[in-house]
């Protein structure tokens, strides 16, 4: 089956803590996108990368950093910059006609 | 700046109770206006792409329809599994193949 995984489901981050959300797709799609959702807003966009090796900044990446070295792959890491991780984190790529998004992970910050 | 704004921000229904969703936007040069659903805890889930004025599109009990200006997603004789959030988004010239999403709507369908 083809789709987007992201690991984990759910994670817990310590004050000062960086972590990274993990996001791979085999639907040999070249655009990949990090989302970032909170209650009651859309979905805001904080990374994405249209290549390997390329990537640009969202709306909100502020705090976030994000590699793409190989087509599958785009990790997302929640530095400790990012004062309000709090959120859910949803992956995405795109085909010509529309996006396709992984099944999101649940940030807490303890 | 592109904005996509959708009305109401929640919904409650009886079952059977037909009723249509807003999405209004503001962009310049539409290439696509996107409905997704989204369960709780789960990604959103592609429903329909519209693309020009005019156009329609049918899945079981919905139904979008698309002008210049706003898109509408009509739901016919809902059932409480079409309980959701459903979400649109417009791709545009503005933001190349990046999309601007709208803050949904919570839709109930009560038994």
């Known amino acids: 089956d083809g789709g987007i995984t992201q690991s984990p489901k759910y994670l817990f981050r310590k004050e000062g803590q960086n972590v990274t959300l993990s996001c791979e797709q085999n639907?040999?799609?070249?655009?990949m996108y990090w989302y970032r959702q909170d209650p009651g807003q859309g979905l805001r966009l904080i990374y994405y990368?249209?290549?390997?090796?390329?990537?640009q900044k969202g709306d909100i990446a502020e705090g976030y950093s994000v590699s793409r070295e190989k087509k599958e792959s785009f990790p997302l890491t929640v530095t400790s910059a990012q004062k309000n991780p709090t959120a859910f984190y949803l992956c995405?790529?795109?085909?010509?006609?529309?996006?396709?998004f992984g099944p999101g992970t649940r940030l807490t910050v303890l | 700046e592109d904005q996509v704004t959708q009305s109401p921000e929640a919904l409650r229904l009886q079952e059977g109770e037909s009723s249509s969703l807003n999405c209004s936007y503001t962009?310049?040069?539409?290439?696509?206006l996107f409905w997704y659903r989204q369960d709780p805890g789960k990604g959103p889930e592609f429903l329909f792409t519209?693309?020009?004025a005019g156009e329609e599109k049918e899945k079981e009990r919905l139904k979008a329809t698309l002008t210049k200006k706003e898109s509408f997603l009509h739901i016919t004789a809902p059932k409480p599994e079409d309980s959701a959030t459903y979400l649109c988004?417009?791709?545009?010239?503005?933001?190349?193949?990046?999309?601007?999403f709208g803050p949904g709507t919570r839709l109930s369908v009560l038994p």
């Open positions: 995405a790529s795109t085909s010509s006609s529309h996006a396709f």
């Open positions: 639907l040999n799609h070249d655009a």
């Open positions: 990368s249209q290549i390997v090796n390329d990537f």
């Open positions: 962009v310049s040069g539409l290439r696509g």
């Open positions: 519209l693309y020009s």
């Open positions: 988004a417009v791709c545009s010239d503005n933001y190349g193949q990046n999309f601007v």
